[in-house]
């Protein structure tokens, strides 16, 4: 798979009413914002939530992947 693209997790959540922020504090200094997200409160929490898996998802996608490569050497 291609290098990764984005800024490294682990990304985590906070809100600011009537805000979610979705954040990196995976970086060397302080935290730094992946995006904020501001509508109605139940869709933005688990969009929310869906973001800030993103990188782990992405984790277990490589995972899978390089699994799936190996046994199509075998």
Do not use: N
């Not at 509508?39 to 992405?58: E, H, Q, R, T, W």
């Amino acid at each position: 798979m291609s290098e990764m693209r984005f800024t490294p997790g682990p990304w985590e959540i906070s809100q600011e009413p009537p805000r979610w922020i979705i954040q990196s504090s995976g970086v060397p200094i302080g935290k730094k914002p992946i995006c904020f997200m501001v509508g109605d409160y139940v869709k933005c929490a688990g969009d929310a939530f869906l973001i800030a898996a993103s990188p782990d998802l992405y984790a277990a996608l490589q995972m899978l992947h390089d699994d799936i490569a190996e046994y199509a050497k075998i």
